[in-house]
């Protein structure tokens, strides 16, 4: 599919990815000396609406299809605003652990590659300013954070932008995607939930390598409270200097991977646990093996052809020991 070409945005219908959430049923308990100042949850449920005109969402789905957006906007509760005339503006709402939203940030995205809206300005603002709420007290949290309290085992893959956290779960389901906001949001205050979790830092590229450097000491800080930390460098291994100077990050390389391939690849890997039988033998191991040796080596062949024609599923198989399925 090529949404330059086949225009799939003009297929979305009025209405027909809106969505309705009930607000969590948890009441906060907050030991912070400074309590902050939250959003009443209407405003989100306000804007769960009118995906036709969200540029964003239009992107998405001409990626990944309807069914998947909207799974992903239910997901993240992606909202839509109206604040920049015509542009069709995307919020990116920050829900804390306990279904709290400290606030929401506004961006406006290009419908036909997904790239933020830089000229003539930079196209970004916030809910608690645009609202004008008197002695607001602002405390960000994670973009995502409260999947966190959904998927307590999963390893957490942390990344710098709300787009390359969305985008990003659509590919590695094993992973619960969160996002700092901006290059240097990551702070221990911030980080509570993260206790004892298995933490994946997939820094941006920058032409010096002063992101990963920058993430690398936050690495540092996060292995005070964290499981394990572990920061990704492959985009580091695979780009340009061309790539490295436009700062591209993880969802330009993975957005570059034919969906069909990606299809055939699945995602056991070593994060989920063999499933063992009443005789403390693995699962897999009580299927017969029938199929003749010659498809076995077709098969890995085609993956292995992909693999060639991706440098970074090549990588990816091999650090997060993917298979074909």
Known sequence: MNPYKDKYWEKIKEGSMNVRVDRPAIKP?????CKPTFVDFHYVTRTLQQYESNSFVVYLSSVFGIDITKNLIETYLIGTSKYWNGIGATIFWQIDFLGEIRTGKVMAYDRLTGKRIKKPFNHINWVHKILAIDGFVLAQCYFGEHLLRIHPEKPVAIVESEKTAIISSVYFTQFVWIAS????????????????????LFPDLSEDGRAISIWREKAILLQ????????IDLLE???????????FDLVDFLTKINLDDWANIGTKSFFKPIELNEWGYPKMWDREIIEPVQRVQSEKTRLERAAQNYPLLQDLIERFSLIEV
């Open 181 to 200: 906001g901006s290059l240097n949001n990551i702070s221990l205050d911030k980080s509570k939930h993260l206790e004892n979790r298995d933490l994946f």
């Open 29 to 33: 308990n907050y030991t912070i000396n």
């Open 237 to 247: 291994k695979l780009a340009t200097p061309e790539e490295k100077k436009q700062g």
């Open 224 to 231: 005070e409270i964290a499981k394990s930390v572990t920061v």
